[in-house]
């Protein structure tokens, strides 16, 4: 009479069974692990590219600033409202030279700076073009916004130069060039102008910078 064989799995198949079951979710985790390490890194680098590209912008709006010299009969008598570059930490406007494309061809008065948006802060250009009775400083209200980058964390900008630039053809007076965070020259602009932008991104605060060189005419 033959001996009928117990139910069941023998201890040595169970630990083989449970040994092979741990390699392959060990093999899957890895994989989720690895996969969100990959999707996380490149939504980095997007979020990255995105504030590195307004810094471009901004960069670039700047570089094309235009100093100009307003006939005496033509100025304005509103304060703060002659000169073609003003700058503080957080905003500047300047006289802009555009070849024109999206913006007006000519010289349009530019300022960058920081606006309340539905999501929070965020970064913006007005711009209009520049007319010698409005100077420097018309109204928000009635100049071309556009956006530039939301939920901002930090816009700083700095200015280096001397304030105290002597007329054209005699000799500099004054304090020599230096870094500020306020630019209120009415007959220069700076030589270089530093950018810093930061943004809410992923939980965490990304941050670019550059520093631009102003054409002296």
Same mark, same amino acid.
């Given at each position: ?15 083989? %069974? ?5 390699? @392959?979710?060990? +093999?899957?985790? &890895? =994989?989720?692990?690895? /996969?969100?390490?990959?999707? $996380? ?46 700058? %503080? ?5 300047? @006289?802009?030279? +555009?070849?024109? &494309? =999206?913006?007006?061809? /000519?010289?349009?008065?530019? $300022? ?106």
């Amino acid at each position: 009479m033959k001996r009928r064989a117990p139910d069941g799995f023998t201890l040595l198949e169970l630990l083989l %069974a449970i040994s092979i079951l741990s390699l @392959i979710t060990g +093999s899957i985790l &890895g =994989g989720i692990h690895l /996969g969100r390490r990959t999707w $996380e890194a490149s939504r980095a680098g997007d979020a990255l590219d995105e504030v590195e590209s307004a810094v471009r912008a901004t960069t670039g709006l700047i570089s094309r600033s235009y100093l100009v010299q307003t006939e005496p009969a033509m100025q304005t008598t509103q304060p703060g409202t002659s000169g073609s570059f003003r700058g %503080a930490r957080d905003a500047c406007r300047f @006289i802009a030279l +555009s070849e024109g &494309g =999206g913006q007006w061809g /000519g010289l349009i008065v530019t $300022e960058i700076g920081v606006d309340n948006g539905p999501d929070g802060p965020e970064l913006a250009v007005w711009t209009k073009p520049y007319r010698p009775t409005d100077g420097i400083a018309p109204a928000r209200a009635g100049m071309r916004k556009t956006v530039i980058l939301s939920n901002l964390a930090d816009l700083q900008f700095s200015f280096f130069g001397s304030q105290q630039q002597a007329p054209m053809g005699l000799p500099q007076q004054g304090p020599p060039p230096a870094w500020s965070q306020i630019w209120k020259s009415q007959t220069g602009m700076p030589i270089l102008v530093s950018v810093k932008i930061a943004a809410n991104r992923m939980g965490h605060t990304l941050a670019a910078d550059a520093t631009v060189a102003l054409r002296q005419q």
